[in-house]
C-alpha cells in the first residue's frame, strides 16, 4: 500500500513539474513575441521552401519594422513567372500590394477596423488566445546573423511540430514548419540592423480596394 502511494505521489510530482516547465515556455514565447511590438530593426531571411515531392525553391524576405507597424517584402519565382508581394501592418490596419512580371506598378488591398480599434493590438490578443491552446516546450537556442534565439517546439497547429526562435527583442531568428500538405518552409536570418533611420515602411503603390473588418 505504502508503494503504491509513493508512486502515485512520484508520478504526480513529475507531471506537476512538466506542466509547470510548459507554462513557463509559453510565458516566455508570449513575451518575447509581444517584445516585437517595441522593436525598430530591418531583417533580411533565406527562406527554402520544400514540397511533399522534394521540389525546392528559394527566395530572399526582408521584414523592417518601427514600433507596431511593420514592412514585409518578398518576391516568388515558380513556374517561369515572378510574384513580387509587400504586406504592411499597422495600428490603422493591414495592406496587401502585389505585381507580376507583366505589371509597372503594385496593386495594393487595404483592409481596415470599422471601429477605428488598432488592429494590431486586436491581432495580438487573437494571437495569444492561440498560444493558450498550443503545447509549447523550449529547446535549445539558435545564434544567427550576430542574433541569439530562445527557441521553442510548438504543436497543436495543425501538420507536423515546428520550431520558432526568437531575439529578446521579439525578433524572428528561425523558423520550421510543414503544413499538412508536406510543404514544409525554413526561414534563417542571415543579415539585421536596427539602423531604419532611411527605410520606408509607405505603401508602395496605388490602392486598388478597401474593406472595413467588424
Same mark, same amino acid.
Given at each position: 500500500?505504502? $508503494?503504491?502511494? #509513493? ?13 509547470? /516547465?510548459?507554462?513557463? +515556455? @509559453? ?11 517595441? +522593436?525598430?530593426?530591418? +531583417? ?12 525546392? +525553391? ?16 518578398? /518576391? ?7 510574384? /513580387?508581394?509587400?504586406?504592411?501592418? /499597422? ?7 502585389? @505585381? ?5 506598378? #503594385? ?27 498550443? $503545447? ?39 523558423? @520550421?514548419?510543414?503544413? $499538412? ?24 503603390? @496605388? ?8
Amino acid at each position: 500500500m505504502k $508503494k503504491i502511494i #509513493f508512486f502515485a505521489l512520484f508520478s504526480l510530482i513529475i507531471l506537476l513539474a512538466c506542466k509547470s /516547465s510548459e507554462e513557463k +515556455a @509559453k510565458d516566455e514565447y508570449k513575451s518575447l513575441t509581444k517584445s516585437a511590438d517595441s +522593436a525598430s530593426y530591418v +531583417a533580411k531571411y533565406d527562406v527554402t521552401i520544400t514540397t511533399n515531392n522534394g521540389m525546392k +525553391a528559394s527566395t530572399e524576405l526582408i521584414t523592417a519594422r518601427r514600433e507596431k507597424t511593420s514592412k514585409t517584402i518578398t /518576391s516568388i519565382n515558380a513556374g517561369g513567372h515572378t510574384l /513580387s508581394q509587400t504586406t504592411i501592418v /499597422s495600428p490603422e490596419g493591414m495592406t496587401v500590394c502585389g @505585381k507580376n512580371e507583366t505589371m509597372t506598378d #503594385f496593386e495594393c488591398y487595404s483592409s481596415t477596423m470599422q471601429d477605428k480599434s488598432d488592429f494590431t493590438e486586436r491581432a495580438r490578443k487573437l494571437n495569444e488566445v492561440i498560444i493558450d491552446k498550443l $503545447k509549447i516546450t523550449k529547446k535549445e537556442s539558435r545564434t544567427l546573423a550576430g542574433q541569439e534565439g530562445s527557441c521553442f517546439i510548438i504543436t497543436g497547429v495543425g501538420g507536423e511540430p515546428s520550431e520558432h526562435c526568437y531575439s529578446k527583442d521579439g525578433v524572428i531568428v528561425y523558423n @520550421k514548419q510543414k503544413d $499538412k500538405r508536406g510543404i514544409e518552409t525554413e526561414m534563417q536570418l542571415k543579415e539585421f540592423s536596427k539602423d531604419i533611420i532611411n527605410v520606408d515602411l509607405g505603401v508602395p503603390g @496605388k490602392i486598388v480596394s478597401k474593406i472595413e473588418m467588424k
